[in-house]
């Protein structure tokens, strides 16, 4: 019989509750460093295509070929539009070369393109946010989870915001020799599940469906289903010391306060 010795449910942070002006700081600050790098930029790519005759080999070269695969050779009008591609391409060399220079040139649009796309980096990295928050004010529910799983209990006692609940003290759920390669994967996993669940949430389609696919590639790292047995066995990272039966890892969506979260369960045998 297992005994659940820490529970935490992590929740989703809404666009209202991050800090105020949070979003427009972060965005200057991603302008500010583009823009600062932009002569750094061009350098890396004068120096991977210095002249036309590099852009033929790496760029145009290459193009043709690519598009040359995803033609239908069967098709009558492939080698007509075969034939004026690769004379599009083959010709845009000294183009190529001369916009280059005149596009990261100071003003030039590089620099037009990133203040023009401030408002866009903005609202696709809100989503990013809601699940991360920002360490120097609130935390969001997926380094929460990091800190549950390396059993860092009085870190998310200090950091726990409204909507989170703890109980219990966790445990490193993850052997030492795995820690530091399975947690990272399991932030990228919940990061990006999180952020298609809510994405999907506002295009009409199944958040469950979603979320199911991604908590499949969490729970693999954590215990394997005996459907012979109708028990779960430990995944070779696993902390001997926890009971797969009553350890978990689980992306969740509550409909009836529109929030995502993330709920992270333990036990021992």
Known sequence: MTTQIFEGIFVEIKP???????????????????IAKRSKILER????????????????????????????????????????YRI????????????????????????????????KFKANAMYVWRFVGDKDKIWGCVPMMAFALKGKGKVLEKIKKGGDSISGTPKPMFKVEHVSRVVPALVNVATE????????REAGEDVTSILNDYNAIIEAYIRKYDEGTGTYTASDFLNPDLDPNGTYVKLEYDSTADRLKIHVVESTP
């Open 16 to 34: 209202e509750e991050l800090p105020e002006g949070f979003d427009t700081k972060i965005a200057t600050d991603w302008q500010d460093i583009l």
């Open 45 to 84: 790519i004068q120096t991977v295509i210095p002249d036309e005759a590099t852009y033929q080999e790496r760029l145009a070269d290459v193009a043709i070929t690519e598009f040359t695969d995803v033609l239908n050779p069967s098709y009558y009008k492939t080698e007509r539009a075969l034939r004026k």
């Open 88 to 119: 599009k391409v083959k010709r845009g060399g000294k183009a190529y070369i001369d916009n280059v220079a005149s596009a990261f040139a100071e003003g030039g649009r590089f620099e037009q393109g990133v203040a023009n796309n401030v408002d």
């Open 193 to 200: 599940g999180l952020v298609m669940a809510r994405m999907g």
